[in-house]
């Protein structure tokens, strides 16, 4: 487990990334409303529209996040000793990045009515989070846990977009989240 200044270390980096989550929830609410009447109309280019443009304004905001993480943290931290925790904010901003992905194919099997695969994924993911982290904790401290955090994240986005094309009779292409990125 952490002792209470790795706990520190890493809660403050969460901070930061939080801001920027709080960024992200704020455009992807206006999105969903739209993604709503899109997907119910049958309108799903217009969907696909939608993301691509949210994915230009979330890469851009990450990319600034990434950047200027540290420049962030020493504004906001009271003590210097609290810098050493800035490295793994850019992890934690990918797994929030990626943690989006999988919300954008989580609300096709909402509407769908499969919140079943929605509660597998969310509690396979979260099981296996914390079994990395009761497992590499120990040996790697705070870092792992935010590395496995962006690999959890990841499995719920890689396994929302199977089940939504095994299971849903729509789904955003893969790379339209991926060229992006790329």
């Not at 959890?152 to 729509?170: G, H």
């Amino acid at each position: 487990s952490l002792g209470s200044e790795q706990a520190g270390l890493y809660s403050f980096a969460y901070k930061i990334s939080t801001i920027y989550y709080g960024f992200v929830l704020s455009f992807q609410t206006v999105l969903v409303v739209k993604y709503n009447q899109y997907f119910h109309d049958k309108e799903y280019s217009k969907i696909e529209d939608e993301i691509k443009s949210l994915l230009k304004v979330l890469i851009v905001l990450s990319a600034i996040f990434i950047l200027f993480s540290t420049e962030m943290g020493q504004v906001l931290a009271t003590n210097n000793a609290y810098e050493k925790a800035l490295y793994i904010t850019p992890i934690i901003i990918l797994g929030y990045f990626t943690f989006f992905i999988y919300e954008m194919y989580a609300l096709i099997l909402f509407q769908t009515k499969k919140n079943f695969i929605i509660t597998i994924v969310v509690l396979g993911s979260g099981l296996l989070n914390i079994v990395l982290n009761k497992l590499l904790i120990p040996q790697y401290g705070f870092v792992v846990a935010a590395i496995n955090t962006l690999v959890c994240y990841s499995i719920m986005a890689i396994l929302s977009w199977y089940f939504v094309n095994k299971k849903c009779n729509y789904a955003p292409p893969i790379n339209l989240f991926a060229l992006p990125i790329i």
